[in-house]
Nanobody
Framework: QWQVAESGGGLAQAGDSLRLSCAAS????????LGWCRQGPGNAREFVAA????????YYADSVKGRFTISRDSADYTVHLQMNNLKLEDTSVYYC?????????????????WGQGTQDSVSS
């Protein structure tokens, strides 16, 4: 069964940076969209950023544009999320997912697979 696993993240202060990684157990298809969703306390899961494996087109939520950068490493089937200038509202559990479109954050069943999630906490 195809899987993804997150790593990185943790505790940070406002203004600091964190880096998340998501490693796939196999080579994604060109049509696959690998991305990150997050869910803060009491909130619904929301889209953060994604990258299409074939071609590398990137997508970002307005709330993270200019601060977060998603990239892919084709050599080891890994996607990275570099999070700079962190804000208190970035505190969430971050989930890596793979799908064929960007809808899986709002409709989790549309993802092909999900990671376990990693907690990132930003303090003042």
């Amino acid at each position: 069964q195809w899987q993804v696993a997150e790593s990185g993240g943790g505790l940070a202060q406002a203004g600091d940076s964190l880096r998340l990684s998501c490693a796939a157990s196999g080579r994604p298809y060109s049509s696959h969209v690998l991305g990150w969703c997050r869910q803060g306390p009491g909130n619904a899961r929301e889209f953060v950023a994604a990258i299409r494996w074939g071609g590398g087109r990137t997508y970002y939520a307005d709330s993270v544009k200019g601060r977060f950068t998603i990239s892919r490493d084709s050599a080891d089937y890994t996607v990275h999320l570099q999070m700079n200038n962190l804000k208190l509202e970035d505190t969430s559990v971050y989930y890596c997912a793979v799908g064929t479109d960007l809808g899986y954050c709002q409709q989790p069943i549309r993802a092909l697979t999900w990671g376990q999630g990693t907690q990132d906490s930003v303090s003042s």
